[in-house]
């Protein structure tokens, strides 16, 4: 189901407010962090376990912020970086759109179609409850499947564009599962930044 238009959408659904702006970066600024980044930021190829098979994470990760609490998820712990100057203006941008502090950055470096992320939501417990969730799209556009954990009827896919930013508020972490699924199709890269505040447990 299409839910939005080429400009920025504010949509209420069930235990959940989405914002997208299709063109938060403008084409060539969205070239160049895309270039920069995918240079510059040291990825890491982590091991992850799901069900107690345990095999290499279907894409490359690193981990930025502010502060120096780690951030865990799948029996991964990452260990954050100081953020880039690069980052910095990212943040701030994203912060003043989103009306919110963000501490920390998770970047994710998909390389092919077959690089993805499973079913899951975003609630560790150091992201606190209800968490602001920003997230910065770069290169090849990629679906971002949503569910609703109880109401099967809510279901949807949204492309997330090169320079798009995709905003997630209210209780969506608690009610709804989000993924990027892989595809046969033959595609580029592409590069997710989530904003996020995480707090030292």
């Known amino acids: 189901m299409d839910l939005f238009s080429e400009e920025k959408t504010i949509l209420q659904l069930p235990n959940a407010e989405l914002i997208y702006i299709p063109n938060f970066l403008n084409q060539q600024n969205a070239n160049h962090y895309f270039e920069l980044l995918k240079s510059n930021v040291d990825w890491q190829h982590d091991d992850i376990t799901i069900y107690g098979k345990t095999h290499k994470q279907p894409r490359l990760t690193a981990l930025y912020s502010e502060n120096k609490a780690s951030y865990s998820y799948s029996n991964i712990t990452m260990h954050p970086t100081p953020f880039t100057i690069e980052l910095l203006e990212l943040k701030q941008n994203i912060e003043t759109e989103a009306q919110q502090k963000f501490t920390t950055a998770l970047i994710n470096l ?92």
């Open 110 to 201: 998909y390389r092919d179609g077959n690089d993805s992320i499973g079913w899951h939501a975003d609630n560790e417990k150091e992201l606190g409850k209800n968490p602001v969730i920003a997230s910065l799209s770069l290169g090849v556009a990629r679906p971002f499947h949503f569910k609703h954990r109880t109401l099967k009827e809510e279901r949807y896919k949204l492309d997330l564009e090169h320079g798009s930013l995709l905003i997630m508020k209210g209780a969506m972490q608690d009610y709804w599962l989000h993924q990027i699924a892989k595809t046969k199709k033959t595609i580029g890269e592409r590069i997710n930044l989530t904003f996020r505040s995480i707090r030292p447990i």
